[in-house]
Nanobody
Framework: QGQLVESGGGLVQTGGSLRLSCAAS????????IAWFRQSPGKERDLVAA????????YYADSVKGRFTISRGNAKTTVYLQMNNLEPGDTAVYYC????????????????WGQGTQVTVSS
């Protein structure tokens, strides 16, 4: 059984950039789509971006379009979230999740979750 491990979070000023990584271990995630979610205190966990197994199809929430880019590494076992022009509203714990399914708007249940990484954007 595999796991997803996030890294790359931290503290950055408004307008700065961070790159998050989601490393998948084990055969469980072969063929899986990967998504990034975020959750702020007192708010629901929201889907931010997602990518299918091949990397040919992606999804972005309106709030991050043009600022965030999701991509896969060459071995497909790592998924990155490049976050540019960060705003205080992007402050949250960011989680990656996996699913054997895919849809152009991937609002379905994601079955595997990492432990999260904190992103804090100061004003």
């Amino acid at each position: 059984q595999g796991q997803l491990v996030e890294s790359g979070g931290g503290l950055v000023q408004t307008g700065g950039s961070l790159r998050l990584s989601c490393a998948a271990s084990g055969p469980t995630f072969n063929g899986y789509a990967i998504a990034w979610f975020r959750q702020s205190p007192g708010k629901e966990r929201d889907l931010v971006a997602a990518i299918n197994w091949s990397g040919a199809s992606t999804y972005y929430a309106d709030s991050v379009k043009g600022r965030f880019t999701i991509s896969r590494g060459n071995a497909k076992t790592t998924v990155y979230l490049q976050m540019n022009n960060l705003e205080p509203g992007d402050t949250a714990v960011y989680y990656c999740a996996g699913s054997p399914f895919w849809a152009s708007i991937p609002n379905f249940d994601w079955t595997s979750w990492g432990q999260g990484t904190q992103v804090t954007v100061s004003s």
